[in-house]
């Protein structure tokens, strides 16, 4: 088991920056691979941006890319997701999720993490 929370969501005006954490307890947080998800309203959660047990391997959405920024410092357990030049598109409800590194060094897909964050709310204005 390892229990999520993620912090650092907010309001910010288009083109502004924040930082999101996800700070892990419970196993050993290097066990994990990581990653961002995100829900807009009335859509789907989307991947954000992954990344392995290492943080040697990362990977983005197309929509992020050269954006934004997944890190970790696993003697902190904990996982940030830097954001820049941010858009009214990029408002939604941020979260991050964990699941035992296995076959692959990053999972790019919701459904193969078993472990959830509440959730952050980031709000970009026009």
């Known amino acids: 088991q390892v229990q999520l929370v993620e912090s650092g969501g907010g309001l910010v005006q288009a083109g502004g920056s924040l930082r999101l954490s996800c700070a892990a307890s419970?196993?050993?947080?290097?066990?994990?691979?990581m990653g961002w998800f995100r829900q807009a309203p009335g859509k789907e959660r989307e991947v954000v941006a992954v990344?392995?047990?290492?943080?040697?391997?990362?990977r983005y959405a197309d929509t992020v890319r050269g954006r934004f920024t997944i890190s970790r410092d696993n003697a902190k357990n904990t996982m940030y997701l830097q954001m820049n030049s941010l858009k009214p598109e990029d408002t939604a409800v941020y979260y991050c999720?964990?699941?035992?590194?296995?076959?692959?060094?990053?999972?790019?897909?919701?459904?193969?993490?078993?472990?959830w964050g509440q959730g952050t709310q980031v709000t970009v204005s026009s």
């Open positions: 419970g196993r050993t947080f290097s066990s994990f691979a």
């Open positions: 990344i392995s047990w290492s943080g040697d391997h990362t």
């Open positions: 999720a964990a699941r035992l590194t296995g076959y692959s060094d990053t999972y790019y897909s919701g459904q193969e993490y078993p472990y």
